[in-house]
């Protein structure tokens, strides 16, 4: 069969279980099938398929339709400017966290040396696409799970950072190396209750998710902590719920962080708050 034909045939399927991207996600399976980019697949519709090709493209288009997502079909992401390894060890790296390296890089001049702290490292994305783009800072890196730890080094590897960011399996509050000039953090932030009715997310590590009963118990340790690990004017740039704008801005008050802005993402929700440790 041809290049077309399957992908109708996983068109219908993926249709069928009520996959809204289906399209897009036949293409992105077939691309991974074939080991070609998703353009070269579309440029040769009418090849032929091996039948060791066509099962392996079913195979993915069946983990697919039970909402399995795409980047853990094909363990990879693209964030920001680099492709990262993913696996089920970890959160799948979203555009709406690309907030976060965009403000950090516009705290850093190019020619600074910074010293900055990833809390819940996960894959790496975060410090690692920072440290892309400023040669001269070095990042520590802290999570509490062993695998996304060892995620995160392969990600350090392929992008030739290991040299430059330290990891350490560690809580925050277990954690005091010096001072840092920022801190970075995509904390759990869902409420407990809420994560069972989340659909694909489902298939994502939940100590990444689970943010406690109120959503907030993690990002207020993380806020707590980074009061002692930043110096004085060092930031904070924070990730956070849509809902969660007024009880984090009142806590990092509380705790003496000044507010520098409020960014939203992508769906005008707030996702991200940038402040600055005052004393």
Request: hydrophobic share 35%; glycine share 4%; with cysteine.
């Amino acid at each position: 069969m041809k290049i077309i034909d399957n992908l109708k045939d996983g068109y219908e399927i993926l249709k069928e279980n009520n996959i809204s991207s289906y399209k897009i996600d036949c293409e992105i399976l077939m691309s991974q099938t074939l080991n070609i980019s998703r353009e070269e697949v579309l440029l040769n519709l009418e090849k032929e398929m091996k039948e060791e090709e066509k099962e392996k493209y079913f195979n993915y288009i069946n983990r697919r339709k039970k909402d399995v997502p795409i980047a853990y079909i094909t363990k990879n992401k693209n964030f920001w400017r680099e492709k990262f390894i993913i696996n089920e060890s970890t959160l799948i790296p979203r555009p709406d966290s690309e907030h976060l390296v965009e403000q950090a890089l516009k705290l850093i001049k190019k020619d600074k040396s910074k010293r900055i702290l990833d809390i819940g490292v996960g894959s790496g994305c975060l410090s690692i696409s920072i440290l892309k783009e400023r040669p001269y800072c070095e990042c520590d890196a802290i999570d509490l799970s062993k695998n996304a730890l060892k995620l995160a080094k392969i990600n350090a590897n392929l992008h030739q950072l290991s040299d430059r960011i330290k990891f350490y399996k560690r809580d925050v509050d277990n954690f005091y190396n010096g001072k840092y000039d920022l801190v970075i953090s995509n904390p759990p932030y869902i409420k407990k209750h809420r994560i069972k009715y989340l659909g694909a997310i489902n298939y994502e590590p939940k100590i990444a998710l689970d943010g406690g009963l109120d959503g907030l118990e993690v990002i207020r340790k993380v806020i707590s902590k980074s009061k002692y690990l930043l110096k004085i004017n060092g930031k904070l740039i924070l990730e956070i719920g849509y809902d969660q704008k007024y009880k984090v801005m009142s806590f990092l008050r509380e705790k003496s962080f000044f507010i520098n802005r409020i960014i939203k993402d992508y769906g005008n929700n707030t996702r991200c708050i940038v402040s600055t440790n005052k004393n």
